[in-house]
C-alpha cells in the first residue's frame, strides 16, 4: 500500500466538504476504488453523493440472505434510480444449507453469524481494490466516534468516510433536496437496519442512540467491519 500522510490529510478533511473528500478518493484511486452500501435507513445519499461524481464505481452489497424484504425492494428501487453498479456478494455457505447447519447461529453467537456471512465475503471482495468508500458517522455510535475520514484499513488498502461530520437532520434535509427514496422500515423506527431477526434488528426507543437496535441485549454493537475483534466459530477464523 501506498504511504500516506493519514494525519495531513484528516487535518484537512476536517474542514472540507463529503464532496471534496469522494472527489479526492477517485482522484486517488480510481479504477481501484470501490463503496459499500447495506441499502440501509440512510444509504441513499452516499449512493446519490458518490455517484455523481464516479457514476460507474463498484457498490459492493453483502446479501447475507438474512435481509428484511423491505430492504431487498429499497435496493431494487436504488439501483434503478441511480443506475447503481451493483457487485452483489453473497457468502460462501448458501442460505439454507447455512441455517440447516448452525440453526438460529445468531441467537447463540450473533459474532460468529456476522463472521460467515457478512464480513467474510465482503473481505474477499475488497482484495480487488486499493480503496473503498463507507457511509459511517461519528454520531452513530461511541465505536465510531475517534472515526477518521481516511485511515489504514487492516495494512492493506485505504479506508475512506466522507460523512463522519454529518447529522441525520443534514442527510435528511440532503434526501429531500434530491427527493431520494427512503427506506420504508425507517417509518416503524428503525434508524439502523440490518438482518431480519429481532436479534439483530429492532426499532430504535426514544431517546437512543441510532445503532442501539442491532443486537440490542448482547453488548454488540458492529457487524465487525468497522472494529478488529476475532471470533472462532461455524468453521472459520475472522477479524471483526
Known amino acids: 500500500m501506498k504511504a500516506y500522510n493519514f494525519e495531513k490529510i484528516n487535518e484537512a478533511f476536517e474542514s472540507k466538504s463529503a464532496e471534496d473528500v469522494i472527489r479526492w478518493a477517485v482522484g486517488e484511486f480510481t479504477p481501484d476504488l470501490a463503496m459499500s452500501t447495506s441499502f440501509g435507513a440512510e444509504s441513499a445519499v452516499l449512493l446519490h453523493l458518490v455517484t455523481q461524481i464516479h457514476p460507474t464505481i463498484p457498490v459492493l452489497f453483502t446479501n447475507t440472505g438474512f435481509h428484511f424484504k423491505e430492504t431487498l425492494e429499497h435496493r431494487d428501487l436504488l439501483v434503478k434510480r441511480l443506475k447503481l453498479n451493483l457487485r452483489e456478494l453473497k457468502p460462501a455457505i448458501p442460505h439454507e444449507e447455512f441455517l440447516a447447519k448452525n440453526g438460529k447461529l445468531y441467537e447463540r453467537d450473533p459474532d460468529a453469524c456476522c463472521a460467515v456471512n457478512k464480513i467474510a465475503p465482503f473481505e474477499n471482495a475488497l482484495r480487488d481494490y486499493k480503496a473503498w468508500i463507507t457511509g459511517i458517522r461519528r454520531n452513530q455510535a461511541d465505536t465510531r466516534r475517534t472515526s477518521l475520514f481516511v485511515e489504514n484499513y487492516r495494512d492493506r488498502m485505504v479506508k475512506v468516510s466522507p460523512l463522519l461530520n454529518w447529522t441525520s437532520k443534514m442527510l435528511w434535509e440532503y434526501a429531500k433536496k434530491y427527493d431520494l427514496p427512503y427506506h420504508p422500515l425507517w417509518e416503524k423506527g428503525y434508524l439502523s437496519i440490518g438482518c431480519s431477526p429481532e ?42
Do not use: N
Open 199 to 240: 436479534t439483530c434488528t429492532r426499532p430504535v426507543k426514544l431517546g437512543e442512540d441510532p445503532r442501539s437496535g442491532r443486537w440490542a441485549g448482547t453488548g454488540k454493537i458492529e457487524c465487525g467491519i468497522h472494529t478488529f475483534l476475532k471470533t472462532e466459530e461455524a468453521g472459520s477464523t475472522v477479524q471483526k
